[in-house]
């Protein structure tokens, strides 16, 4: 039998970037199941601020303020992490060396000023059910802070090497950005039930 090409496929891309990507696919299979977890724990928050009137339950008010640098430096982070998105489409291997670094240096800023945040709550994980609440949110974050952080720093080191020159690696990039984002924009709504609920009753 003889045969012959239908199409010549060699001019497509090796690679994907975005909703293209397979592993794109997969960072928002894990941000809908983390982002539930997030859910279940705030419920469980809310839930149990009902059954108690005075919620806090006479403890003092957690410090705002370590929290609040965290936040304002995770929005700060947001403008290079998007510019990063940007040179990752390009394939512009220089920015995105740069990039990845300042998101390295962004991404271990707000751990520092976490590990300061968790004694400003001003309760210990097993005094009272609000206390197990705060450490569950905060310490639910902080894991999601670490694994990106990690995973930022490992491909930063990836961008340096031979490996740097596959296409697929500028993929990454992009599905670390939106990983990113993700990780910024759950903390808005933790911050919030965590320093300012409690005060506005």
Known sequence: MKQRPAADLSGLPSF???PRSSTWWGTLGFMALEGMGFALAAGAYLYLATLWPNWRL?????????????????????????????????????PVRIGMVVMSLLGSAPLIVRWFEFPALNIYWDTNAYGSMLWVLLGLHTIHLITDVGDTIVLTVLMFTRHAYSGRRFGDVGDNVFYWDFVVLTWIPIYLLIYWAPRLG
């Open 16 to 18: 994907g970037l975005g």
């Open 58 to 94: 006479s403890a003092p008010e957690p410090n705002h303020w370590p929290g609040t640098i965290v936040t304002l430096l995770l929005i700060v982070s947001l403008v290079p992490n998007h510019l990063l998105n940007r040179y990752a489409k390009q394939c512009a291997i220089g």
